[in-house]
Nanobody
Framework: QVQLVESGGGLVQTGGSLKLSCAASGLPDDVYTMGWFRQGPGKEREGVSCISSNGGRIHYNDFAEGRFTISRDNARKRVYLQMNSLNPDDTGVYFC???????????????????WGQGTQVTVSS
């Protein structure tokens, strides 16, 4: 049974930083693309970033480019999202997701993802 558990969310002031972590279990191997998505209050869920199974391909949504950094540690079965220069528009629930892909792709569209975590709340105060 695949399980993704996010942590690291919280309340931070504008300009602050947070590092989210996603712990994966039950994945049969390391050939999984990992992604981060978010859903702000009253908004649809949107892609934030993704990283391919060996880390060779990374994608950031425009709003994350230059502020957020995704990384993964396959030995520990974790993926991280370092978020800097946060602003109130970054407020929302952040989800970790994965899909199996031996082709080392990184697709930022949620329909590609098979497994999802429960999310962690990020709140940025002005």
């Amino acid at each position: 049974q695949v399980q993704l558990v996010e942590s690291g969310g919280g309340l931070v002031q504008t300009g602050g930083s947070l590092k989210l972590s996603c712990a994966a279990s039950g994945l049969p191997d390391d050939v999984y693309t990992m992604g981060w998505f978010r859903q702000g209050p009253g908004k649809e869920r949107e892609g934030v970033s993704c990283i391919s199974s060996n880390g060779g391909r990374i994608h950031y949504n425009d709003f994350a480019e230059g502020r957020f950094t995704i990384s993964r540690d396959n030995a520990r079965k974790r993926v991280y999202l370092q978020m800097n220069s946060l602003n109130p528009d970054d407020t929302g629930v952040y989800f970790c997701a994965s899909y199996h892909d031996p082709g080392d792709s990184c697709m930022p569209f949620e329909q590609w993802y098979d497994f999802w975590g429960q999310g962690t709340q990020v709140t940025v105060s002005s």
